[in-house]
């Protein structure tokens, strides 16, 4: 998790370095620069969160609200801040129910992600670096694991159930976990979800 805490550190620095601010809605995406290996942070409020691995550089978040609630479009706030080595991306406002929000954030494949949500549906996709995800309730779903790339998974629930399936585990029940640790793997997995699932596929 080293390289988080120094995505929090470059922020701190970051009006010396010319930090990038950008804000929207789901009527205006937002763009902004975002390198390969980069950190990135995202405390959004409830919603359906997909976070996508590309193959160019920059970060690229909009959203879009379910039929009978785009009147609403324009109250979500997207408000990104940072360099293009990390960033943090804050949402909130909008629908007050959270299955009528969708966000989706596109990020180089290799980034570094720490993630807090209250509650609803996180789904990373292609996505190679550590990551620090927690849930309080949903579901979390992180596609296309490769378990040889991960020195440390840390993978928890105080009711429901850890399915990984790209290890070949799946518990259910109260305070089930699942850690495994791989000497020569690279990246650092913990999430969490206090009632709800994790998919790690």
Not at 96 to 124: Q, W
Request: proline share 5%.
């Amino acid at each position: 998790m080293k390289a988080l805490c120094t995505a929090a550190a470059a922020l701190l620095l970051a009006p010396l370095a010319g930090i990038a601010e950008a804000t929207g809605n789901c009527e205006q995406p937002v763009e902004a620069p975002l390198h390969m290996r980069a950190d990135l942070a995202i405390d959004a409020r409830p919603a359906e969160l997909d976070v996508v691995g590309t193959d160019r550089e920059g970060i690229r978040i909009s959203c879009t609200v379910a039929d009978g609630q785009r009147d609403r479009a324009e109250d979500v706030a997207l408000r990104y801040a940072g360099i293009p080595d990390g960033g943090k991306l804050v949402v909130t406002h909008g629908p007050i129910n959270n299955s009528n929000l969708r966000i989706r954030v596109e990020v180089p494949r290799k980034t570094n992600l720490r993630i807090h949500m209250p509650a609803g549906e996180i789904d990373v996709t292609q996505v190679d670096g550590d990551k620090d995800i927690e849930l309080y309730a949903g579901q979390l779903t992180i596609s296309a694991a490769n378990p040889p790339a991960y020195h440390l998974v840390d993978a928890s629930v105080d009711i429901g159930e850890v399915d990984a399936s790209a290890w070949g585990v799946d518990k259910g029940g109260f305070f089930r976990r699942f850690r495994r640790e791989t000497p020569a793997g690279e990246y650092h997995l913990r999430a969490h979800v206090t009632t709800g699932e994790i998919d790690l596929k």
